[in-house]
């Protein structure tokens, strides 16, 4: 081998990080194309970096570049997420691919590049911040939603196999199960919402403050009063109060409740009986899913197996979910999800055998 030839194992390596680089340009170019201002421009100007480091790593192999190989699957999924499932997803994955990159140990790999990995992982987390942000409340509550319901109607089910009763028993159980717990889940989200509601609206100026303004005495003035309880100082509170009374008395409009008073920032509150709703079927469906085997007159143990490999694929896929929403591993999530919800599932039966065992 000539000297200052790269070996077997460096090309190969080099063409896998040469196809990365080329798939990851891609994938931020399909995002860019999805989004306006500067949200796309940022997205641009990352793929322009990956490209940058696509013509890094063909330059070191020169004539060892070969045919365009495909990249590492992990990357092709990031490709297939960015045409098919827009940037929420696709984003939390690229962050945590960037925080992985493997160039920091690799002799072979510049320091410049492997900074500006480091770089990218960061842009992207903030990328990914502002669609974690938008993110409607209704998708995190459907996740959560459904999961609870699976775990504890697949433990409610299992105490009761446990227990050895036959499988309508445990249909019954199981639909039993799913109602009381979605109307709970839907009469607690009510009351939740309903109270917050009657809070924030106890908090909101009144809108008829403003026309006392032009009734209110000049000098002792109680209108800095307001301002004051709302959170200004008094100094403040006083200028504030001041600068309206002298607008009134040269004929100008009382101000309204919002120039009075700076009221409470109250976000986003969903209706109450919408949020019940959607309580009530995110639970529904996910409690649905450990009986269905019964509804169709399985045996106990046939009915067993198959509702646990259902829950169990459940389980990974909300796991796995909130894994990417959250910009961690999703396969670290998916199987805390499933030990977690297996967990509750065995104590329960247990739990069950143990009371057939005392009554038996």
């Given at each position: 081998?000539?000297?200052?030839?790269?070996t077997?194992?460096?090309i190969?390596?080099w063409?896998?990080?040469?196809?990365n680089?080329r798939?990851?340009?891609?994938?931020?170019r399909?995002?860019a194309?999805?989004?306006?201002?500067?949200?796309?421009?940022?997205?641009?100007?990352?793929a322009?970096?990956?490209?940058?480091?696509?013509?890094?790593w063909?330059?070191?192999?020169g004539?060892h570049?070969?045919?365009?190989r495909k990249?590492?699957?992990?990357?092709?999924?990031?490709?297939f997420?960015?045409r098919?499932?827009?940037?929420?997803?696709?984003?939390?994955?690229?962050?945590?691919?960037?925080a992985?990159?493997?160039?920091?140990?690799?002799?072979?790999?510049s320091?410049q590049?492997?900074?500006?990995?480091?770089v990218h992982?960061?842009?992207?987390?903030?990328?990914?911040?502002?669609?974690?942000?938008?993110?409607?409340?209704?998708?995190?509550?459907?996740?959560?939603?459904?999961?609870?319901?699976?775990?504890?109607?697949?433990a409610?089910v299992?105490?009761?196999?446990?227990?050895?009763?036959d499988?309508?028993?445990?249909?019954l159980t199981?639909?039993s199960?799913?109602?009381?717990?979605?109307?709970?889940?839907?009469?607690?989200?009510?009351?939740?919402?309903?109270?917050?509601?009657e809070l924030l609206?106890?908090?909101t100026?009144?809108?008829?403050?403003g026309?006392l303004?032009?009734?209110?005495?000049v000098k002792?003035?109680e209108?800095a009063?307001v301002?004051?309880a709302?959170?200004?100082?008094?100094?403040?509170?006083?200028d504030?109060?001041?600068?309206?009374?002298a607008?009134?008395?040269?004929?100008?409009?009382?101000?309204?409740?919002?120039?009075?008073?700076d009221?409470?920032?109250?976000?986003?509150?969903?209706?109450a009986?919408?949020?019940a709703?959607?309580?009530?079927c995110?639970?529904?469906?996910?409690?649905?899913?450990?009986?269905?085997?019964?509804?169709?007159g399985?045996?106990?143990?046939?009915g067993?197996?198959?509702?646990?490999?259902?829950?169990?694929?459940?389980?990974?896929?909300t796991?796995?979910?909130?894994?990417?929403?959250?910009?961690?591993?999703?396969?670290t999530?998916?199987?805390?999800?499933?030990?977690?919800?297996?967990?509750?599932?065995a104590?329960?039966?247990?739990?069950?055998?143990a009371v057939?065992?005392l009554?038996?």
């Amino acid at each position: 081998m000539a000297a200052g030839e790269p070996t077997r194992q460096q090309i190969t390596r080099w063409r896998k990080y040469l196809a990365n680089e080329r798939a990851e340009a891609a994938v931020y170019r399909e995002l860019a194309f999805r989004k306006e201002g500067e949200e796309r421009d940022i997205l641009l100007r990352l793929a322009e970096a990956e490209s940058r480091h696509e013509n890094y790593w063909r330059a070191k192999l020169g004539d060892h570049v070969g045919f365009p190989r495909k990249p590492e699957l992990s990357t092709r999924l990031l490709g297939f997420m960015a045409r098919h499932f827009g940037s929420v997803f696709t984003l939390a994955l690229m962050q945590t691919a960037e925080a992985r990159t493997p160039y920091s140990d690799d002799s072979d790999a510049s320091d410049q590049i492997a900074a500006d990995e480091r770089v990218h992982s960061e842009v992207v987390r903030g990328l990914a911040a502002r669609g974690r942000e938008k993110m409607s409340g209704n998708f995190r509550a459907a996740v959560f939603g459904a999961n609870d319901g699976l775990v504890s109607n697949l433990a409610l089910v299992a105490g009761v196999m446990g227990s050895g009763v036959d499988s309508s028993f445990v249909l019954l159980t199981g639909i039993s199960g799913l109602l009381a717990g979605a109307l709970s889940m839907a009469a607690g989200e009510y009351v939740s919402v309903k109270s917050q509601n009657e809070l924030l609206q106890a908090s909101t100026p009144d809108q008829d403050t403003g026309k006392l303004a032009a009734l209110l005495d000049v000098k002792t003035n109680e209108l800095a009063l307001v301002y004051r309880a709302r959170g200004m100082d008094s100094v403040a509170a006083e200028d504030k109060a001041e600068a309206v009374m002298a607008e009134i008395h040269r004929g100008g409009e009382a101000p309204s409740a919002d120039d009075t008073v700076d009221g409470p920032d109250t976000g986003v509150v969903g209706k109450a009986l919408s949020a019940a709703i959607s309580s009530f079927c995110f639970f529904a469906t996910g409690a649905l899913i450990p009986i269905i085997p019964f509804l169709f007159g399985a045996s106990v143990a046939t009915g067993a197996v198959v509702a646990v490999v259902l829950v169990s694929l459940a389980l990974c896929f909300t796991g796995g979910i909130v894994g990417v929403v959250s910009g961690k591993p999703p396969l670290t999530r998916a199987v805390r999800q499933l030990v977690i919800g297996l967990g509750a599932a065995a104590v329960t039966y247990g739990l069950g055998a143990a009371v057939d065992q005392l009554m038996s």
